[in-house]
Nanobody, 117 residues
């Protein structure tokens, strides 16, 4: 059974920081490209950052150097460090694991990030 379990969300003030974690089980973690997405109320889910199996990293334009994605293949965990948070970053953040070669695509349940002004 595949599980992606996020944690680390919460309520912070503008300019604050959070570190999100996503622990994966039931997959060959090191072979998966891992991503963080977010969905704000009334908006579509959008990609925040990806770290591939190589690994290489990619970020959405709105990140502007504020967030850092990383992975630990020993602990099957992907992280998203969120710095300089703004109210516009308020959303549910979702972990995604994808392996195109075998057509696998998995989602976590999400963790809420709320940034107060």
């Amino acid at each position: 059974q595949v599980q992606l379990v996020e944690s680390g969300g919460g309520l912070v003030q503008t300019g604050g920081s959070l570190r999100l974690s996503c622990v994966a089980s039931g997959i060959t973690f090191s072979s998966y490209d891992m991503s963080w997405y977010r969905q704000a109320p009334g908006k579509q889910r959008e990609l925040v950052a990806t770290i591939t199996s190589y690994p290489s990293t990619h970020y959405a334009d709105f990140v502007q150097g504020r967030f850092t994605i990383s992975r630990d293949n020993v602990w099957n965990t992907v992280y998203l460090q969120l710095n300089s948070l703004e109210p516009e970053d308020t959303a549910v953040y979702y972990c995604n694991g994808r392996r195109l070669l075998i057509g696998s695509n998995y989602w976590g349940q999400g963790t809420q990030v709320t940034v107060s002004s």
